[in-house]
């Protein structure tokens, strides 16, 4: 692992972020961070509320806030970090300077059969199918999750405790 020891998890929606950064952080004996968690402590309101109050403009200010007040942070840890936000340059330079980046792939459709019946994600609701949805959206940040990445782990088919424990041995 490198000298600061932090792993970083990115990907889209429904690739598995939350829970392998989970399992991750128990493998390796350290606490699990999520952004999405970080503001809705900080901003006191869920996800979609902060969609629907406050604008999408708004909750990509506050993951800025989020991954800058983390540098500043003493400890190892595992973070999670919303599917939106390695989409701004800035955070991809904080994301690179927090610790070893790693792009959490998923196909078109396993991120589908995931998010199925999702409700709690602004992005993907609408009338628009959702498979559709998915791949134009993807498609528009594919590149930016493989430039700010140095790993990317496939995660098809593959249970959490295996994706986390291919993430540990890469890291370790
Ligand atoms: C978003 C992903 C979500 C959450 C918000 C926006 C995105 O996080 O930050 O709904 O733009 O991809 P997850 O990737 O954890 O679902």
Do not use: W
């Not at 996800?47 to 989020?66: K, N, P």
């Not at 300077?97 to 196909?107: D, N």
């Not at 019946?117 to 528009?140: A, H, N, V, W, Y």
């Amino acid at each position: 692992m490198r000298t600061d020891g932090n792993v970083i998890l990115i990907g889209f929606m429904g690739c598995g972020k939350s829970s392998v950064g989970r399992k991750l952080a128990g493998l390796l004996a350290v606490p699990c961070l999520d952004t999405d968690a970080l503001i809705e402590e900080q901003e006191k309101m869920t996800i979609r509320e902060i969609f629907t109050r406050m604008g999408q403009a708004y909750f990509r200010d506050a993951e800025t806030r989020a991954v800058r007040s983390l540098t500043g942070r003493e400890g190892r840890y595992v973070l999670s970090v919303g599917g939106g936000l390695p989409l701004r340059s800035e955070n991809r330079e904080l994301l690179k300077k927090l610790g070893t980046v790693i792009y959490l792939k998923a196909s078109v459709q396993t991120l589908s059969e995931r998010l199925a019946r999702d409700t709690s994600r602004p992005l993907l609701q609408g009338e628009e199918p959702l498979e559709e949805k998915i791949t134009r959206i993807l498609s528009e940040r594919e590149a930016l999750y493989e430039e700010a990445c140095s790993h990317v782990v496939l995660s098809d088919g593959k249970s959490i405790r295996e994706v986390a424990q291919e993430i540990k041995r890469l890291i370790t």
